[in-house]
């Protein structure tokens, strides 16, 4: 085989592992209300949703795919790739060219440092209410930013230029704005800045389509914060909503950096030898000002997620998605522009070798783990179904257990949790996972035997 055609097959073959992952992946958590039909139609489902439930726009595509497993195979393999290609996007400016071959090889550079710095990628590309609620909203930030970012600071207005319908942009606006409550306050805050300092301090006139782009997005973020929804949301967790307690925040803060210590203590050191590295490059004049800047930007748009992802009556590695791509970006831009000043194609090459090769081997690993979580699913499932043919009331001898023992801390990059909690002992009191699968086989009655 070619040198030339190995990263074709890289590719191809990831992109294949992928597939065989989803297909095979277990129901994780909310995953299992989607196995009992629904009468309401995806609109109505997510109308209810809106008020009661999850009011986040994301969830009308959660609703959408997950009762379909072919529809839930093609949206989580189109967002694998297009976040992909959105970072290529973001770092270099242009879009990937598939014909080119060193196009390509950065492709699986960039695939294969996320992977690597990402040790949750599991249940942000396999389980449908995340990837849904936070991968694919990630993905549409990213493409904000690089259109706004193009035109304040490299006054490329794509909007114009693409002659871009001003019915798609107000739609887009909002639909950005009702994606997630932590990240449009610092797109928001971002835009206007932009838009004032250009406009008044500049006196620089700004381009309608842009100003409406920033309005839209103010008023989806309206629609989404004041949902009815997100008062019920922090009721259930015992929090008051728009309140605020001190103490509760700190608290969170220190959650959070647990959470980069245990999940993304890698991502942490590559951030900070990257910024070491273009610090050093700005001062030496090897890089342009506006590179400086622009990264800069990005790295202040992730950080400031974080203080609003604190005042979150639920923490989680979900949260901090959007500002560990906008790292990653960061990462990623140093590094090829690090190459490019030093002429690193060495360095190049073996960072190819070494992304290629764990890429592979961790798309070989996912799909063992995910089909022996599929096994005991499907094993466990059965065991219900064959206790409910002489009872309404199950009392099963164990609960599941997606982990694979070989793999150890591995299980996690893949699998939200292992299943363990889905199914107690306590049969006065119902897990939501209880609950659902109650529904579904129509039981009183589920609980697994008290082994103390």
């Not at 209810?48 to 949206?75: D, E, M, T």
């Not at 950080?303 to 949260?319: D, E, Q």
């Not at 690090?338 to 690993?365: D, H, N």
Request: aromatic residues 20%.
């Amino acid at each position: 085989m070619k040198s030339k055609y190995i990263p074709y097959f890289v590719i191809a073959f990831i992109n294949f592992c992928f597939v065989l992952s989803a297909v095979y992946y277990p129901p994780l958590r909310d995953e299992l209300y989607y196995l009992y039909p629904t009468k309401l139609n995806v609109f109505q489902e997510y109308g209810n949703a809106y008020f009661v439930g999850n009011p986040r726009i994301g969830q009308f595509f959660c609703n959408l795919i997950s009762r379909h497993l072919l529809l839930k195979i093609i949206f989580e393999l189109l967002t694998f790739n297009s976040l992909i290609v959105v970072f290529f996007l973001l770092t270099l400016r242009r879009l990937p060219v598939l014909r080119n071959v060193n196009d390509l090889l950065k492709l699986i550079i960039i695939a294969g440092l996320f992977i690597f710095l990402i040790n949750y990628f599991g249940e942000m590309f396999y389980y449908t209410p995340f990837i849904t609620n936070y991968t694919f909203t990630t993905i549409i930030y990213l493409l904000y930013i690089f259109i706004v970012s193009e035109y304040y600071l490299n006054n490329n207005n794509i909007l114009e230029n693409h002659h871009v319908n001003i019915f798609l942009i107000i739609f887009s606006g909002i639909f950005i704005g009702m994606c997630n409550e932590h990240v449009p306050p610092v797109l928001i805050g971002a835009s206007f800045l932009a838009l004032f300092w250009n406009f008044f301090i500049k006196k620089k006139k700004i381009d309608y389509k842009i100003a409406i782009s920033h309005i839209s997005l103010v008023a989806g973020y309206l629609l989404l914060f004041f949902a009815p929804a997100n008062r019920v949301k922090f009721k259930v967790v015992g929090k008051q909503s728009y309140g605020f307690n001190i103490w509760d925040y700190l608290k969170n803060f220190k959650s959070i950096l647990n959470l980069y210590r245990y999940y993304n203590l890698e991502l942490v050191l590559f951030l900070v030898s990257s910024v070491i590295l273009v610090l050093f490059l700005y001062r030496k004049k090897s890089i342009q000002k506006i590179f400086f800047i622009r990264l800069l930007i990005f790295f202040l748009l992730g950080l400031l997620c974080i203080p609003i992802v604190a005042y979150s009556p639920l923490l989680g590695t979900r949260l901090l998605f959007f500002t560990n791509a906008m790292f990653l970006v960061v990462i990623f831009s140093i590094y090829f522009k690090g190459v490019e000043v030093y002429k690193a194609q060495k360095i190049s090459t073996l960072v190819y070798i070494f992304t290629s090769c764990f890429s592979v081997s961790f798309f070989i690993i996912s799909v063992l783990l995910s089909y022996n979580g599929r096994k005991n699913y499907s094993y466990i499932t059965s065991q219900i179904a064959e206790a409910r043919r002489t009872s309404k009331n199950v009392i099963l001898s164990e609960s599941f257990n997606f982990y694979t023992d070989t793999f150890g801390n591995f299980n996690r990059r893949i699998f939200l949790e292992n299943g363990e909690e889905y199914i107690d002992s306590n049969i006065n009191k119902d897990t939501s996972e209880e609950m659902n699968l109650k529904t579904f086989y129509n039981l009183n009655n589920l609980s697994v035997k008290n082994k103390h």
